[in-house]
């Protein structure tokens, strides 16, 4: 016979348990205003070379994107709004210094904030893009 005791915690376990896959989803989902925001700074800052469609040169590809193609050869999309590997401090990284063709920003030209939050929309992208891809 079970106590009733025991069935509780049964009950309260499995509750827990749900509850906290539910929160470990939510801190996994990116902050809606932050995306929001780093859309807007990703449209101003990033997009003219790391976009889509093709450069006013009639290249095919936006300057960055096409650096990134190559570089890449198709093993990650050149596109940063498909990837799911650019974190804050990673952007931070390569914002500020510079790689490549690509020069670097100072503070004034884009902040670490509006970095963090073009990291959030950058993960909001991706994120948005594999849930549509299930």
Same mark, same amino acid.
């Given at each position: 016979m079970r106590s009733r005791t025991g069935s509780t915690c049964v009950v309260l376990l499995a509750a827990i348990g749900v509850a906290g896959a539910a929160a470990v989803r939510a801190a996994d989902a990116p902050d809606a205003n932050a995306a929001a925001h780093g859309a807007a700074v990703f449209a101003r800052t990033c997009e003219p070379c790391? *976009? /889509? *469609? %093709?450069g006013l040169d009639g290249s095919p590809m936006l300057p960055g994107a096409a650096a990134l193609a190559a570089k890449y050869q198709g093993k990650?999309? %050149?596109y940063l709004e498909e990837r799911s590997d650019l974190n804050a401090a990673l952007l931070r990284y390569y914002v500020r210094h510079g790689t490549g063709a690509? %020069?670097?920003? /100072? /503070?004034?030209? +884009?902040?670490?904030?509006? +970095?963090?939050?073009?990291?959030a929309y950058l993960a909001a992208s991706a994120h948005g893009r594999s849930a549509a891809s299930r």
């Amino acid at each position: 016979m079970r106590s009733r005791t025991g069935s509780t915690c049964v009950v309260l376990l499995a509750a827990i348990g749900v509850a906290g896959a539910a929160a470990v989803r939510a801190a996994d989902a990116p902050d809606a205003n932050a995306a929001a925001h780093g859309a807007a700074v990703f449209a101003r800052t990033c997009e003219p070379c790391h *976009g /889509r *469609g %093709p450069g006013l040169d009639g290249s095919p590809m936006l300057p960055g994107a096409a650096a990134l193609a190559a570089k890449y050869q198709g093993k990650v999309s %050149p596109y940063l709004e498909e990837r799911s590997d650019l974190n804050a401090a990673l952007l931070r990284y390569y914002v500020r210094h510079g790689t490549g063709a690509m %020069p670097m920003f /100072r /503070r004034t030209e +884009i902040s670490d904030a509006e +970095i963090e939050a073009v990291a959030a929309y950058l993960a909001a992208s991706a994120h948005g893009r594999s849930a549509a891809s299930r």
